[in-house]
């Protein structure tokens, strides 16, 4: 396989974004029975896929450190909270009939850059977001996808349910793969 910056930068791209589609769904299968039946499955999943997102371009671009395709890939892993809400949105107007006759809402697009802003700011470009990183910032995470009045904290709610582990796996994985195929 070549190792040309735009070839690279795609396979890793589409190993990483099926990574993080696939972490994202254990995460939120993990979390949803443990923030009882207040949560709002919608907003675990996309607060969860844009943090993934975030985890996972991260690894990309310390996985490809020395290759002139980190920014491509990271930058195509970052865009998969968006790709994948253009991909549920053209479902559901093929299934509709109506392709092409619907305007998206703007204003999912400007919630999901501020939700990817908030994440980009917590876990920076270029840094590995190991475990003491996820320890210390998926609390956060965890408040965002929290309904109130849970009778635990969310440092408690992490600890019980291992998705620093998970997320932690996830990250030198796709780290892994990336710098494999930088070979």
């Known amino acids: 396989m070549s190792s040309a910056p735009a070839p690279l930068a795609a396979r890793v791209a589409a190993f990483a974004s099926a990574a993080a589609l696939s972490t994202t769904q254990d995460v ?21 896929l844009v943090l993934v997102s975030a985890v996972t371009a991260r690894a ?9 395709a980190v920014e491509a890939a990271g930058s195509a892993v970052a865009e998969v909270p968006f790709l994948y809400h253009d991909f549920l949105l053209g479902a559901e107007m093929v299934a509709q009939g109506a392709e092409g006759d619907v305007e998206p809402d703007q204003s999912v697009y400007e ?44 440092d408690q709610r992490l600890g019980d349910l291992g998705i620093a582990d998970v997320l932690a796996t996830h990250a030198r994985l796709v780290m892994a793969f990336a710098q494999q195929a930088a070979g």
């Not at 990309?60 to 002139?68: C, F, K, N, P, Y």
């Open 60 to 68: 990309v671009e310390v996985g490809l450190r020395e290759t002139d």
């Open 28 to 48: 939120v299968r993990l979390t949803l029975p443990a923030l009882g039946p207040d949560a709002v499955p919608e907003t675990v999943a996309e607060e969860t």
């Open 111 to 154: 919630r999901l850059a501020r939700k990817a802003e908030f994440y980009g700011v917590h876990f920076p470009a270029g840094r590995f977001p190991g475990p003491r990183a996820l320890g210390d910032k998926l609390p956060l995470w965890m408040g965002r996808v929290s309904p109130p009045g849970l009778p635990t904290s969310p």
